[in-house]
């Protein structure tokens, strides 16, 4: 599986942000679908993920309530909308996929996208 994620950019405390993960090689309808983030310095932390059906939803309590993971199988493509941006949300988001149950572990996560930039102004 060859994820894709886009939809970064600069955006002002408060604003909104939709991110999206794009496969290829491979259907997504499968796989566990996750975001993580990270900032230089740090590890990758866990942000949002999705069942293979879409039908449950887990989130790190940093952005629960402002962010929102969710799925289109038919377009092979997983989203996040994130609202209410802060400073601290400021990262390189990546979305990764794996087979199996819903985890926030990173390495538990087969395949990774290459990572899109997030920057929030104050």
């Known amino acids: 599986v060859q994820l894709q994620a886009s939809g970064g950019g600069l955006v002002q405390t408060g604003g909104s942000l939709r991110l999206s993960c794009a496969a290829s090689?491979?259907?997504?309808?499968?796989?566990?679908m996750g975001w993580f983030r990270q900032v230089p310095g740090k590890e990758r932390d866990f942000v949002a993920a999705?069942?293979?059906?879409?039908?449950?939803?887990y989130y790190a309590d940093s952005v629960k309530g402002r962010f929102t993971i969710s799925r289109d199988n038919a377009k092979n493509t997983v989203y996040l909308q994130m609202n209410s941006l802060k400073p601290e949300d400021a990262a390189v988001y990546y979305c990764?996929?794996?087979?199996?149950?819903?985890?926030?572990?990173?390495?538990?996560?087969?395949?990774w996208g290459q990572g899109t930039q997030v920057t929030v102004s104050s």
């Open positions: 999705i069942t293979w059906s879409g039908g449950s939803t």
């Open positions: 090689g491979r259907t997504l309808s499968s796989y566990v």
């Open positions: 990764a996929a794996r087979r199996g149950l819903t985890t926030p572990r990173e390495y538990e996560y087969s395949y």
